[in-house]
Structure formats: C-alpha cells, structure tokens
C-alpha cells in the first residue's frame, strides 16, 4: 500500500487548509487510515482516524477544528483544519492499517506533508 499526501503549505493563524491523503496498491485490506503529525522537537501524535465504517478518533486540541473524512470509493481521506493555531506547525503524515482499533497506528506511511502556520 502507498499512501501520497497532499495540501499543505503556510497559512496564518486562524486560517484553514485541507489535506488529502490517497493510497493506492492492495488497499482492499485497509480499515483505519488516519493522520499523525509530528513538531520539531517532539513525538508523532494521532490527529485524527475513522474507519472504513466512519468511526472517528480526534485528538483533543483539535476537536472542533479539525474534521476528518473519507471515501472508501476512491481510497482517500481527507483533513479539513480551520482556525489553525501556530501549534499546530508540523509534518503531517497519513497512516493507515487492517487493525480494528482507532489510536493505534498502521503499518503504511506517507512521506508527510509540512503545515506551517504563522503567527
């Protein structure tokens, strides 16, 4: 499975981006893709997962901001991030796995996506 990101770039503090994440190869047995992103400095963190279902995970310092989707169709998962804070400055990587269990990471990774907000 490969999994290619895209949309992210610089934007200023309350401003929004979206970011898309597409896999590709035997994706037939994937079940939770998500996002993690990870700071200078500091640990990946979970962002956001849904299941194939639509289950959704969010880490707390984005709910409300953040919305997560996907299309099973099309292989594709979504990120919608409004009122961008300058913490939320890092790469971003779409992850996804035939695990169950949302919170838990995949064995698929992207190469990332940089989000850069300015205060």
């Known amino acids: 499975v490969q999994l290619v990101e895209s949309g992210g770039g610089l934007v200023q503090a309350g401003g929004s981006l979206r970011l898309s994440c597409k896999a590709s190869g035997s994706t037939f047995s994937i079940n939770v893709m998500a996002w993690y992103r990870q700071a200078p400095g500091k640990q990946r963190e979970l962002v956001a997962g849904?299941?194939?279902?639509?289950?959704?995970k969010y880490t707390e310092t984005v709910k409300g901001r953040f919305s997560i989707s996907r299309d099973n169709a099309k292989n594709t998962i979504d990120l919608q991030m409004n009122s961008l804070k300058p913490e939320d400055t890092a790469v971003y990587y779409c992850?996804?796995?035939?695990?169950?269990?949302?919170?838990?990471?995949?064995?698929?990774w992207g190469k990332g996506t940089l989000v850069t907000v300015s205060s």
């Open positions: 992850n996804a796995g035939s695990h169950a269990l949302l919170g838990f990471s995949g064995r698929y």
């Open positions: 849904i299941t194939r279902g639509g289950s959704t």
